[in-house]
C-alpha cells in the first residue's frame, strides 16, 4: 500500500488530487489548473463575441462568474477532460448509450473518473487489483473484482457521473510492483476526519459522564441524596421503625412470660408441699396457644386487683381514720388500662421475687 500514490483532501482541490491519483504523481498543480480553465474561459468568450459585443448575450455572460473554476479550488469536468488531453487520455461517461453499446465489462477497463456534485475521485486498477483513490479517504481502498460493478452501480444510484478514462495511463511504480504481488487489506481506511470527529466524541461522552457523576455524588461529602435514594432511605427507616416495635413487643412478651414463670413456680411451691404431681400443668402450659395465655393473664391480673383491693379494704376497717387521699389509690378508680397493666407487671413480678426467695430459703 505504502507504493500508491494517494494525494488526501486539501481545501476544494479534489480535481487536482483526482488526477494526480489517476497519474500516480504530482502532475498538475492549482496554477496549472486555473491556467487551463482561463484558457477555456477564453475560448468561450470568443465564441460569444462572435454574435456581437453590444449584444445581450455577450454583456451577461461577461457578468457572470467564471464556469471552469471558483476561489475555493473547484475545477469542471472541462478543465480535468483538457487537462488528460496532454497525456493522450480521454473521457467517456460510463452510462452513455454510446459506451453501453459496446458492451465492455467495468474489469477489463483500467480507471474511472467519478463525480457529484462539487467532488472528484479516481477508481483505478494497478497491477491486478482496483483501488478506490478517494482523496476524502485517509488511504486507498481496496475493490475487489465482484464487488467493482456493484460499487459503481451503487455510485450511480447515489447521483455520481462516472466516466471511463480512455488511453494509456503514464508507468508507475505501484503498478509495475502490484503486477508481482496481490495485497490485502485487513482494515478499510476511514474518511478524513472521522478519527477526530470519534475522539472529539469520546471526549465529550467522558466529559457528560464525568459531569453527571458530580452532580450525582454530595458536593461536600454529605450533600444532596436523588429521589431514588432519599426513598431508600426513607424505607429504611420505616424498616427500622418495625424492628423497634417488634422488638419492644418481644420485650413485653418475656416480660409477661417470666410474671406467669412467677405464678406457676408458686403453684409449683404449693403443690410440692401438698405432695401433688405437676408435670401435667408443665406440659399444659407450654402447650398453651397465644389466646389462651391471654385470657390466663387476664384473668391472673383480675386475681391480683381483687387481692390487693381486698387488702385494702381490710385496711380500712383497721384504720378508719385514713384519708379521702388513700382512697384516691384505689386501683379499680380512675386508673388508666396501661397503668393497670403496669401495676399488674410490678406486682407479678414482686411475686416472682418472693417465690424465688422462698425457694432460697429452702
Known amino acids: 500500500?505504502?507504493?500508491?500514490?494517494?494525494?488526501?483532501?486539501?481545501?476544494?482541490?479534489?480535481?487536482?488530487?483526482?488526477?494526480?491519483?489517476?497519474?500516480?504523481?504530482?502532475?498538475?498543480?492549482?496554477?496549472?489548473?486555473?491556467?487551463?480553465?482561463?484558457?477555456?474561459?477564453?475560448?468561450?468568450?470568443?465564441?460569444?463575441?462572435?454574435?456581437?459585443?453590444?449584444?445581450?448575450?455577450?454583456?451577461?455572460?461577461?457578468?457572470?462568474?467564471?464556469?471552469?473554476?471558483?476561489?475555493?479550488?473547484?475545477?469542471?469536468?472541462?478543465?480535468?477532460?483538457?487537462?488528460?488531453?496532454?497525456?493522450?487520455?480521454?473521457?467517456?461517461?460510463?452510462?452513455?448509450?454510446?459506451?453501453?453499446?459496446?458492451?465492455?465489462?467495468?474489469?477489463?477497463?483500467?480507471?474511472?473518473?467519478?463525480?457529484?456534485?462539487?467532488?472528484?475521485?479516481?477508481?483505478?486498477?494497478?497491477?491486478?487489483?482496483?483501488?478506490?483513490?478517494?482523496?476524502?479517504?485517509?488511504?486507498?481502498?481496496?475493490?475487489?473484482?465482484?464487488?467493482?460493478?456493484?460499487?459503481?452501480?451503487?455510485?450511480?444510484?447515489?447521483?455520481?457521473?462516472?466516466?471511463?478514462?480512455?488511453?494509456?495511463?503514464?508507468?508507475?511504480?505501484?503498478?509495475?510492483?502490484?503486477?508481482?504481488?496481490?495485497?490485502?487489506?485487513?482494515?478499510?481506511?476511514?474518511?478524513?476526519?472521522?478519527d477526530t470527529l470519534q475522539s472529539k466524541d469520546q471526549r465529550v461522552q467522558k466529559a457528560d459522564l464525568e459531569q453527571a457523576l458530580d452532580v450525582s455524588q454530595p458536593f461536600d461529602g454529605t450533600g444532596m441524596l436523588d429521589e431514588d435514594e432519599e426513598n431508600f432511605q426513607k424505607a429504611l427507616a420505616l424498616s427500622r421503625q418495625e424492628i423497634d416495635m417488634e422488638d419492644e413487643e418481644a420485650d413485653l412478651r418475656r416480660a409477661i412470660q417470666l410474671s406467669m414463670q412467677g405464678s406457676h413456680r408458686t403453684g409449683l411451691s404449693d403443690s410440692c408441699t401438698l405432695n401433688t404431681p405437676h408435670s401435667a400443668a408443665t406440659n399444659q402450659s407450654e402447650s398453651l396457644t397465644s389466646e389462651e395465655l391471654r385470657r390466663r393473664r387476664q384473668a391472673y391480673f383480675e386475681k391480683q386487683q381483687q387481692l390487693h383491693q381486698q387488702c385494702q379494704n381490710q385496711e380500712l376497717h383497721d384504720v378508719p381514720t385514713t384519708s379521702s387521699n388513700a382512697l384516691g389509690t384505689d386501683p379499680g378508680g380512675d386508673m388508666s388500662e396501661e397503668d393497670m397493666l403496669q401495676a399488674a407487671m410490678n406486682m407479678s413480678l414482686e411475686t416472682v421475687r418472693n417465690s424465688l426467695n422462698t425457694e432460697e430459703k429452702k
Open 1 to 194: 500500500m505504502e507504493a500508491i500514490f494517494h494525494e488526501r483532501q486539501e481545501g476544494s482541490l479534489c480535481a487536482q488530487h483526482c488526477l494526480n491519483n489517476l497519474l500516480q504523481g504530482e502532475y498538475f498543480s492549482p496554477v496549472e489548473l486555473s491556467s487551463i480553465a482561463q484558457q477555456l474561459d477564453e475560448e468561450e468568450r470568443i465564441r460569444m463575441a462572435e454574435g456581437g459585443l453590444s449584444s445581450e448575450e455577450y454583456r451577461t455572460f461577461l457578468q457572470q462568474p467564471s464556469g471552469n473554476m471558483d476561489d475555493s479550488g473547484f475545477f469542471s469536468i472541462q478543465v480535468i477532460s483538457n487537462a488528460l488531453k496532454v497525456w493522450g487520455l480521454e473521457l467517456i461517461l460510463f452510462n452513455s448509450p454510446e459506451y453501453q453499446r459496446l458492451g465492455i465489462d467495468p474489469i477489463n477497463e483500467r480507471s474511472f473518473i467519478c463525480n457529484y456534485k462539487e467532488h472528484w475521485f479516481t477508481v483505478r486498477k494497478l497491477g491486478k487489483q482496483w483501488f478506490n483513490l478517494n482523496s476524502l479517504l485517509t488511504g486507498p481502498e481496496l475493490i475487489s473484482d465482484t464487488y467493482l460493478a456493484l460499487f459503481l452501480a451503487q455510485l450511480q444510484q447515489e447521483g455520481y457521473s462516472i466516466f471511463v478514462v480512455k488511453g494509456d495511463l503514464p508507468d508507475c511504480e505501484a503498478d509495475q510492483l502490484l503486477q508481482m504481488i496481490r495485497v490485502q487489506q485487513m482494515q478499510r481506511p476511514k474518511l478524513i476526519g472521522e
